[in-house]
């Protein structure tokens, strides 16, 4: 009996750490859409490996995440909060155009991800 409450709240542990690799995983994923550009079409050999670096670190933080949890589930969580991110930067850092449309697509998408986490079965 004690067992097996270990060895959920450790499963519990494992899952929720997890979630915090893949929100790690989904930050770098936000530098490294920001690094291409740099690298001016692997052009430039110090972003360009930047580029390489901050795309390798993602997918491996990716891969450990999916240790514990569904694969759709982290890799829509992984590229949702990349969308956003290298969106909210573009009209932030770029000035991207920004309007109503887009708007409601980052609403969505946020929509997605918390609909994605919360429905997770654990």
């Not at 550009?37 to 390798?56: D, I, R």
Request: proline share 5%.
């Amino acid at each position: 009996m004690m067992s097996t409450y270990v060895e959920r709240s450790t499963a519990m542990r494992s899952t929720e750490m997890n979630w915090l690799i893949l929100v790690f995983a989904s930050l770098i994923e936000i530098a490294w859409s920001q690094s291409i550009k740099p690298t001016q079409g692997f052009t430039k050999p110090l972003p360009t490996l930047l580029c390489f670096v901050l795309a390798a670190a993602a997918v491996y933080l990716l891969s450990r995440a999916m240790q514990t949890l569904p694969v759709g589930t982290a890799y829509a969580v992984f590229t949702g909060i990349g969308a956003v991110g290298a969106i909210g930067l573009g009209i932030v850092v770029h000035k991207d155009p920004f309007s109503a449309g887009r708007a409601l697509a980052l609403a969505m998408i946020v929509g997605g991800i918390v609909l994605a986490r919360v429905t997770n079965p654990e």
